[in-house]
């Protein structure tokens, strides 16, 4: 690798997640900004998207405290009895308010671990904890797919099956979400030197 593909490369690699940050970010606010309430009543889209990230924390909150009284509470159950008689809709409802209560709950550390599983001998493959077992003592453990960590599969296995690993989640999510490219910073190797770039002795 010549000096100057090497600086483009090393360039690159400092840039891209940048701006693809960046464009994850604008996308958020054009989101956000297209469709809030007020979009249609205030003419800056920054004072829009304020407004709305504001209200929307301010509802958070108070909903959150309406939760410890009896009156929340009732509520709740009232909406999930609703919610359970419509199919389908009952379905995505439930899933996103398990996965939030796993997320917040004391059962996020344990989805945030990672594991290694075998569906064939001789292959690995990535998985993470759920913190959940099946009534015949199964885990459950879900496995991404890459570099979208957004699907995957669910995935029930005999504990013995779940192969531990001295891993930290961080080092596993940047293998899954670089399709096996990322490297970890213990086993970066050693930079490359060109011919040509080494000092005449």
């Known amino acids: 690798m010549t000096s100057w593909k090497r600086d483009f490369a090393s360039g690159l690699i400092v840039l891209a997640p940048i701006l693809v940050t960046l464009y994850v970010l604008y996308w958020l606010f054009s989101l956000i900004a297209r469709f809030s309430l007020l979009a ?3 003419d800056d889209p920054v004072v829009a998207v304020s407004m709305t990230v504001v209200i ?3 509802l958070v909150f108070s909903v959150g405290y309406l939760m410890r009284t009896a009156l929340g509470t009732f509520a709740e159950e009232v909406l999930d009895d609703l919610i359970n ?3 389908g809709l009952r379905i995505v409802y439930n899933a ?3 996965a939030v209560e796993t997320v917040l709950s004391g ?4 989805f945030q671990k990672p594991v290694k599983v075998e569906p064939w001998e001789g292959m690995r493959l990535t998985a993470f904890k759920t913190g959940k077992t099946t009534d ?3 885990e459950v453990v879900f496995m991404p797919t890459a570099p979208n960590i957004t699907s995957g599969f669910v995935m029930e296995l005999e504990p ?3 192969i531990e690993v001295d891993e930290s989640t961080e080092d596993a999510l940047t293998r899954v979400l670089s399709a096996g490219f990322g490297e970890n910073e213990r086993d970066v190797p050693e930079p490359f030197v060109d011919d ?3 000092p005449e002795q």
């Open 40 to 42: 249609t009543n205030v």
């Open 56 to 58: 929307f924390v301010l």
């Open 85 to 87: 008689r419509l199919p």
């Open 96 to 98: 996103s308010k398990m």
């Open 107 to 110: 059962g996020a550390d344990e």
């Open 136 to 138: 015949d003592g199964r």
């Open 160 to 162: 013995e099956d779940v």
């Open 196 to 198: 040509e770039d080494e």
